[in-house]
């Protein structure tokens, strides 16, 4: 069993991805990462896709329908799961993720740090204002790491979304704030690769000219994943799209726990484990 990284970089757009984020790429092309294009599940939403990558269901069946639906999700996550395996589980995400596999609503006052070894997120950070910088988030992530050595830990970040609502997927800004984002993780992966970690660089949704999402356009709905590891065969797997539902189960594979029932396994070209 190895210990897993899931990033989530919030609105970030599969082109815009491949166009600005050089640190990323530079894993492609020198055949230290598997890249795939990922066609996200429908509505392309926050909330929503938030259950879908860490259960494995979609909204249809979830009922998470809507960014306004405030409540425990029904599925058991991938926290869930790892948990109940003997696992240690830790997030650095925004406060969605706790109010679906934690407690809702989300108190600001008392919710936004957890240390409860008894709750599927054993330990948790939260933030609650979509401007919290990338840098802290991070910090928060790595203080995480450092601190309580998760088996799974979810790190889910928030400028590039909030960037590209302000001032569209087609701006400097956006486009910046992604690059920002790069940079940041081109301080942390190489530490994280050393440690062994298997590493899942993703997206929820992408972001349109208008500065939105939720609809079917390929700028909301094509996103990134760049998979890090030893199970993993290096290379540029994007001429197909890979289901975004094969993201959960996926997980659970890298982790070596069951994978709950309503998962849906999908092969995941590149994907070689390792035999123990």
Same mark, same amino acid.
């Given at each position: 069993m190895g210990?897993?990284?899931?990033?989530?970089?919030?609105?970030?757009? @599969?082109?815009v991805m491949r166009s600005s984020m050089g640190y990323l790429n530079h894993l492609v092309e020198k055949s230290q990462a598997a890249l795939y294009r990922v066609k996200s599940e429908l509505?392309?939403?926050?909330?929503?896709?938030?259950?879908?990558?860490?259960?494995?269901?979609?909204?249809c069946e979830s009922g998470i329908t809507?960014?306004?639906v405030v409540r425990l999700s029904h599925n058991p996550s991938i926290f869930h799961l790892a948990a109940n395996r003997g696992l240690k589980t830790a997030a650095a995400a925004y406060y969605w993720v706790s109010e679906l596999y934690q407690q809702a609503p989300f108190n600001h006052f008392t919710d936004r740090i957890q240390h409860d070894e008894t709750k599927p997120i054993q330990h948790g950070m939260y933030y609650f204002e979509d401007h919290y910088p990338d840098t802290h988030l991070f910090a928060d992530a790595e203080h995480l790491r450092r601190t309580y050595a998760p088996d799974f830990l979810y790190v889910h970040s928030m400028n590039i979304d909030d960037t590209g609502h302000k001032f569209t997927s087609d701006?400097?800004? @956006?486009?910046g704030s992604?690059?920002?984002?790069?940079?940041?993780?081109?301080?942390?992966?190489?530490?994280?690769?050393?440690?062994?970690?298997?590493?899942?660089?993703?997206?929820d949704h992408g972001m349109n000219e208008d500065g939105h999402h939720g609809g079917t356009g390929d700028g909301v709905r094509d996103v990134p994943l760049l998979a890090i590891g030893p199970d993993f065969q290096p290379g540029d797997y994007t001429e197909a799209y890979l289901p975004q539902?094969?993201?959960?189960?996926?997980?659970?594979?890298?982790l070596d726990i069951p994978a709950s029932p309503a998962m849906?396994?999908?092969p995941v070209p590149g994907y070689q484990p390792v035999p123990v």
């Open positions: 210990k897993v990284i899931e990033i989530v970089l919030d609105g970030l757009r @599969y082109d509505p392309s939403l926050s909330r929503p896709l938030y259950e879908v990558l860490l259960t494995g269901v979609p909204s809507s960014n306004q701006s400097a800004q @956006y486009r992604a690059i920002k984002a790069d940079s940041i993780l081109a301080l942390l992966l190489p530490l994280w690769i050393k440690l062994g970690y298997t590493l899942l660089i993703t997206s539902l094969a993201l959960a189960p996926l997980v659970c594979r890298l849906v396994h999908i």
